[in-house]
Nanobody, 118 residues
Framework: QVQLAESGGGLVQPGGSLRLSCESS????????TSWYRQAPGKQRELVAS???????NYDDSVKGRFTIGRDNAKNTVYLQMTSLKPEDTAVYYC????????????WGQGTQVTVSS
């Protein structure tokens, strides 16, 4: 069983920065695709960024150039570095891990709140 725990959320002013972390109870990031999602009240959960086991990254257009996803396999941790934050970035951010075949099992964390406001 894999457990994911997000941390690093909080309140920040527009233009500020935050670094989110996702720690896994098992060393699975090196062989998995990891993604960050976010969900604002009344809105559907959306994909923010993803990182494949091979190092390929993908970003939503709304955060491209401002957010960076990375990982430290030795620490069993995936990061989301957020800069130039905007009020519309306010949401609960979730870490997601998809294990490779044959299992193809998905795991989710409980989420961490990010609030961008003056």
């Amino acid at each position: 069983q894999v457990q994911l725990a997000e941390s690093g959320g909080g309140l920040v002013q527009p233009g500020g920065s935050l670094r989110l972390s996702c720690e896994s109870s098992r060393p699975i990031f090196s062989i998995s695709t990891t993604s960050w999602y976010r969900q604002a009240p009344g809105k559907q959960r959306e994909l923010v960024a993803s990182l494949s086991s091979g190092g390929r990254t993908n970003y939503d257009d709304s955060v491209k150039g401002r957010f960076t996803i990375g990982r430290d396999n030795a620490k069993n941790t995936v990061y989301l570095q957020m800069t130039s934050l905007k009020p519309e970035d306010t949401a609960v951010y979730y870490c997601n891990v998809d294990l490779p075949p044959p299992s193809r099992i998905a795991f989710w964390g409980q989420g961490t709140q990010v609030t961008v406001s003056s």
